[in-house]
């Protein structure tokens, strides 16, 4: 399962509320301008609540700072990281 998540998370079979979570953090993560009260109420709908939607928030905000803060400063990945 992790393989086809990582190959493409859309079509790797997941339940609709994980793939709800997903399609919010990718829209934080590409586009955050554009969210809004529609895509919370989104994951309520598919069963969030506002303390998971809180976390997901978090999460997501925090990998951006800190993939801001390791570019802003030229740090490199490390070894083990394969490389795209």
Same mark, same amino acid.
């Given at each position: +399962?992790?393989? $086809?998540?990582?190959?493409? !998370? $859309?079509?790797? *079979?997941?339940?609709?509320? /994980?793939? @709800? +979570?997903?399609? %919010? =953090?990718?829209?934080? =993560?590409?586009?955050? !301008?554009?969210? &809004?009260?529609? &895509?919370?109420?989104?994951? $309520? /709908?598919? *069963?969030?609540? #506002? /303390? #998971?939607?809180?976390?997901?928030?978090?999460?997501? @905000? %925090? %990998?951006?700072?800190?993939? /801001?803060?390791?570019?802003?400063? *030229?740090?490199?990945?490390?070894? !083990?990281?394969? @490389?795209?």
């Amino acid at each position: +399962m992790l393989a $086809r998540v990582e190959e493409d !998370w $859309r079509t790797a *079979g997941l339940s609709s509320s /994980r793939v @709800a +979570m997903l399609e %919010y =953090t990718e829209k934080l =993560t590409e586009h955050p !301008w554009q969210v &809004d009260e529609k &895509d919370v109420d989104t994951l $309520r /709908r598919a *069963g969030f609540s #506002d /303390r #998971d939607i809180l976390d997901i928030c978090e999460v997501v @905000a %925090y %990998y951006a700072y800190v993939n /801001r803060i390791a570019d802003g400063l *030229g740090v490199s990945l490390e070894t !083990w990281l394969p @490389a795209d």
